[in-house]
């Protein structure tokens, strides 16, 4: 079957550094998204990973290993704004999302 | 420019009534998709669409039919509303199905079913 693991819920404090790791089993892969979404908001793009290896776009980074079925999502210069919920989303062969239930990040100052 | 529009944003039903939920997209997406989301759960795929007059189930589909019968609307019908379909409902389109393409998301539709 298809299985996304994420933390339910993590906490860091404005200005650090976090990282929310995702494990996934899927039927094929097509790439790996990462969304965030805000409470009571809908999902929005951050980030997406085809190959092995790490993904820069300014305070986020993605990271992915294949191999592994593993995925993070690297959050730097936290700010109060990223209190939100991270959905770690990989495509299976058909090219369907396969969904995680999210972590939820709460920030603290 | 508006994106993913839901209509409505949010409505209560009693078990048995009958609804549709509209989407609309300007951004002319050839995909289209319902998502229901739960607590505690990932987005779960109702129903998409790959195109103009084209429709197919996603993980979970009973309960619900859809149409699209414009490229940029796609409508999601419950015939007989169960509590079990309490959930915000989302609506996203994007232009090709693999990645990076992105899925872009319409604000939801909050369903309460008493």
């Known amino acids: 079957g298809q299985n996304i693991d994420q933390p339910t819920e993590m906490t860091a404090t404005e200005g650090a550094i976090v ?5 996934y089993q899927t039927s094929g892969f097509n790439g790996l998204f990462w969304y965030q979404q805000h409470a009571g908001e809908a999902p929005t ?10 993904e820069e776009k300014g305070r986020f980074s993605s990271f992915l290993s294949r191999s592994k079925g593993y995925s993070y999502l690297l959050l730097k210069e936290l700010q109060m704004k990223d209190s939100a919920s991270y959905l770690c989303a990989p495509m299976d062969s058909n090219y369907q999302l396969i969904w995680g239930a999210g972590t939820k990040l709460i920030i603290k100052p | 420019n508006a994106g993913v529009t839901q209509t409505p944003k949010f409505r209560v039903l ?13 951004m002319n997406h050839e995909y289209m998709y319902w998502y229901r989301q739960d607590p505690g759960m990932g987005l779960r795929l109702i129903h998409y669409s790959v195109g103009e007059g084209t429709t197919a189930k996603g993980e979970v589909p009973d309960g619900y039919n859809v149409s699209r019968l414009k490229k940029q609307n796609f409508l999601l019908g419950l015939e007989s509303a169960a509590p079990s379909q309490t959930s915000v409902y989302f609506c996203a389109s994007s232009q090709l199905a693999g990645g990076p393409e992105t899925q872009y ?5 909050r369903l309460l079913v008493l």
Not at chain 1, 19 to 23: G, L, V, Y
Not at chain 1, 45 to 54: P, T
Not at chain 2, 105 to 109: A, R, S, V
């Open chain 2, 105 to 109: 998301f319409g604000p939801g539709t």
């Open chain 1, 19 to 23: 990282q929310i790791n995702c494990t």
């Open chain 1, 45 to 54: 793009f951050l980030s997406y990973n085809v190959l092995d290896g790490l």
């Open chain 2, 14 to 26: 009693k078990t048995g009534q009958s609804m549709t939920l509209l989407c609309a997209q300007d």
